[in-house]
């Protein structure tokens, strides 16, 4: 389970369906209710004959949590309190520090700061791990403990020690901030529109619209930029209502299905033409995760849209929320599905590449090309394998800015919505204004310097005398 300490909570870390009705569930065979019965058997000889005290509805918690995480890195259960989070999450507002987090193998690892949250304001990065909160380790820590930890009245300050992909211990005092639930920025530059989504939560597609609309507001665009960088993902309908604004209506947005021969297509929807035919840039990085990827690879194989960036998460999978007693007990999240591009293609644990492979900073584009530390799907505990045994390939050759010695890189969206010297200053912006240029003037060239950075050759053993 991916738990947010961030505006857009849990609903915005995994590509979700809406619940379903319940379906009529067979009659338990023999052997279920056999199964049943041992664990009440075992509950009941704990609770009678253990030397201590024993709090039955804490062990069935326990026992419930680890039957779900057992299945996969994304299927969980939700404590009633968890769940009322989760909840609170999709719709309101807290005080925290602005990060997405997750436990794999003990370690409580960051899966992306949120954005013009404190910590993203901090530089903290993606893949880095907590080691402690106020002093007290953070190893082996639950998600719920360390949000509880996390959490606090905005305005107090929390220590934190982290460490970045490098190892290197990272000490930094936040201050908590009430984080609020918005998903879509915009503004222009020069004749583009450009518009940042963080997260595919239910405000989304509305939010969306009112963007859209502030942007031709001013004027007619010339093409659009869409930001889904360090977007984890959210909801498939908010993901399905988006890619329907720039592609014609009934043309498949994604496959939702048990395996690739038993899928069921999803169609765009008339979301009226205004920007169906713009020419369009799509930004993605390592961690544009799950719905992101889902928009992502839709106008890809719908040849709507240029893919500018760095290979994304790889997350192909779907789960569903199903409330236990009406939420009263709890819910559980279970990978109900995986999802497909409109061609079939299965992205889970490879992700979806660029057209044109470009890093955002030198430091960037040599760990790309260098094979350095990188968080994916693949590294997600129990993380199920691509159908077709695929792997992802990562880059060979990428584009990035010339290295400038001395020059530290500024994290990327302390401020969800860029100024004009960051733009000027986000070498994959830069590039995706380039391919907008050129798609309207026929090739004009970038008006900038550019690095190609190249995986070194293997090392090759020395030949014996």
Do not use: C
Not at 134 to 157: H, M, N, Y
Not at 283 to 301: C, P, Y
């Amino acid at each position: 389970m991916l738990l947010v300490t961030s505006p857009a909570s849990a609903v915005a870390q995994t590509a979700s369906s809406p619940v379903p009705a319940p379906a009529q569930a067979p009659a338990a065979s023999k052997d279920e209710k056999s199964q049943v019965a041992l664990f009440g058997e075992a509950l009941d000889i704990v609770r009678r004959n253990y030397n201590g005290t024993v709090d039955a509805d804490a062990l069935t918690s326990t026992a419930l949590k680890a039957m779900a995480s057992s299945l996969d890195g994304h299927s969980a259960y939700m404590t009633p309190q968890e769940f009322k989070d989760f909840q609170a999450g999709a719709t309101g507002e807290f005080a925290g520090i602005g990060t997405v987090l997750e436990v794999a193998d003990g370690k409580l690892r960051v899966i992306a700061p949120t954005d013009g949250g404190p910590a993203a304001r901090a530089g903290v990065g993606a893949g880095w791990l907590i080691r402690s909160i106020d002093g007290q380790s953070a190893e082996r820590v639950t998600l719920i403990e360390a949000t509880r930890r996390l959490r606090g009245a905005a305005g107090t300050k929390v220590a934190i020690t982290f460490a970045d992909t490098g190892g290197r211990d990272v000490p930094l005092v936040l201050t908590r901030e009430t984080i609020h639930l918005h998903s879509v920025y915009q503004r222009r530059i020069g004749t583009f529109g450009y518009v940042h989504i963080t997260g595919f939560a239910q405000v989304t597609d509305r939010e969306f619209a009112e963007a859209q609309a502030e942007l031709l507001k001013a004027g007619p665009l010339s093409g659009l930029i869409l930001d889904l960088r360090n977007n984890t993902g959210g909801f498939i309908d908010a993901a399905v209502h988006v890619a329907s604004r720039f592609l014609q209506p009934g043309a498949v947005v994604v496959r939702v299905g048990k395996n690739e021969t038993a899928t069921t297509p999803i169609l765009a929807s008339d979301q009226g033409n205004a920007l169906r035919s713009l020419p369009m840039v799509v930004l993605v990085n390592g961690g544009s995760a799950s719905a992101s990827e889902i928009v992502a690879s839709s106008l890809q194989d719908n040849h709507r849209a240029s893919i500018v960036g760095l290979v994304t998460f790889g997350k192909g999978l779907v789960q569903n929320i199903f409330p236990l007693a009406q939420g009263a007990q709890g819910a559980l999240s279970v990978t109900t599905a995986r999802y497909y591009t409109p061609t079939g293609r299965s992205i889970q644990r490879i992700g979806v590449t660029p057209e044109l492979l470009v890093a955002r900073t030198a430091r960037e584009a040599q760990s790309a090309v260098q094979g350095g530390p990188a968080f994916t799907e693949a590294s997600v505990f129990n993380a199920p394998d691509n159908e077709r045994q695929l792997r992802r390939l990562e880059p060979e050759a990428v584009e990035g800015p010339p290295e400038e010695p001395g020059v530290q890189d500024k994290p990327l969206f302390a401020k969800p919505l860029p100024d004009d010297t960051e733009v000027a200053a986000d070498f994959q912006i830069q590039r995706a204004l380039d391919v907008l240029h050129a798609s309207g003037s026929g090739g004009a060239g970038p008006a900038r310097a550019i690095r190609i950075y190249r995986r070194p050759p293997p090392a090759t053993s020395p030949k014996p005398n």
